[in-house]
């Protein structure tokens, strides 16, 4: 069958892909001396960056599980081949050779320069707020098996099935400074809070602005007692600006310490009083007189928006990947595509 229509006239003109697409085509302008940096004259030819990433970009716009699907979505959809860049005919890559070009890029932490040059175009459309943001972390399952996590300094007895061995933790204290996973050592256990189960995890954390909720900046670290907010001081430090801004958190955040570190920092912290807590709330009618303190809480609770669509549409809610390196370079390149998703919803609201 012959057809003299090109996939570009096959694709509505109001499709929700278009405006993203347009928008994806701008930062991967920006960063062509990258690529050029990564990928030499000489050798065997590979799969085109930009093409590599407008297929990740896909894989987690619509949710798709695995590489060897999303080459399967290639061959046959003709939105996801217009998206990408293929032509009718064009082949599709070999799932093992996708992984392989993925692999660069993650050497190249081409995740935070995607993601930097998506901020540069919403600060472009003024949809960005530089004074008033909100944090907050969750916990991102590791790939790795409570199996896997075993003891240091044992030898494990040999398995009376390699394939599913019997592992019998009953009655085992096992802690973080004991014990460690096998398939991903800096997977973590850790719990969401008193009354539900511990799991290998990690720490992802995400810094809003309070405008329009959208993600300006990312940390995923191990998870610990303190991990939320040691990530919610670095990314901090990281607000561009000289100007005093202001940060809303949960109870969680409402520590001497933490108020203390963000005041040194320039920013004032507007974190949910916690009365209850042994030596009363860090913050106390200075800061919580304002008016700006009441729109922070309120404002703050939209971080749960982002969590809510990276662990759905994203598939974060247990990643696919082991080492905190390939973990956090996903989550910053899901963040992005967050933000991508919001910034075409806030162009097709009309405003006044």
């Known amino acids: 069958m012959f057809s003299y229509i090109s996939p570009e006239r096959r694709i509505p003109a109001d499709h929700p892909l278009r405006p993203i697409r347009c928008m994806v085509d701008v930062a991967l302008k920006g960063l062509s001396r990258s690529f050029g940096r990564m990928y030499p004259d000489w050798g065997r030819p590979s799969i085109a960056p930009e093409k590599l990433l407008r297929a990740l970009l896909l894989q987690l716009l619509y949710s798709i599980r695995s590489e060897r699907l999303l080459m399967e979505q290639l061959e046959y959809n003709l939105l996801f081949r217009w998206f990408v860049g293929l032509n009718v005919d064009e082949p599709v890559w070999v799932p093992t050779v996708f992984s392989k070009n993925r692999d660069r890029l993650l050497e190249g932490e081409i995740a935070a320069k995607f993601f930097a040059q998506v901020l540069e175009q919403a600060r472009g459309n003024d949809l960005l707020s530089d004074e008033h943001f909100s944090v907050d972390g969750t916990l991102i399952e590791a790939w790795a098996s409570q199996k896997s996590f075993q003891r240091k300094d044992e030898k494990a007895p040999p398995p009376d099935d390699p394939g ?6 009953h009655g085992e ?30 720490c992802g954390n995400v810094l809003i602005e309070n405008r329009n909720g959208l993600v300006v900046d990312t940390a995923l670290v191990m998870a610990s007692g303190t991990a939320e907010r040691d ?23 409402d520590t001497f310490g933490f108020v203390r ?3 040194e920092r320039n920013v004032t912290p507007h974190v949910s009083a916690n009365t209850n807590r042994s030596g009363g709330s860090a913050i106390d009618g200075r800061t919580t007189r304002h008016a700006g303190y009441q729109v922070s809480q309120r404002k703050r609770k939209r971080i749960e928006e982002v969590f809510g669509w990276l662990k759905t549409v994203g598939m974060l809610r247990k990643t696919r990947h082991r080492g905190i390196f390939k973990v956090g370079w996903v989550f910053t390149f899901a963040a992005a595509a967050y933000n991508l998703v919001r910034m075409r919803n806030l162009a097709a609201i009309p405003f006044a």
């Open 231 to 253: 990530a919610a001081v670095e990314m901090a430090e990281r607000i561009e600006g000289d100007q005093r801004v202001t940060v809303g958190a949960d109870k969680g955040y």
């Open 261 to 263: 570190d963000m005041r």
């Open 164 to 169: 599913n061995p019997t592992v019998n933790f």
């Open 173 to 202: 204290q096992r802690r973080n400074d004991t014990h460690q996973s096998t398939t991903d050592p800096e997977a973590r256990l850790a719990r969401k809070s008193s009354g539900h189960e511990s799991k290998l995890a990690y």
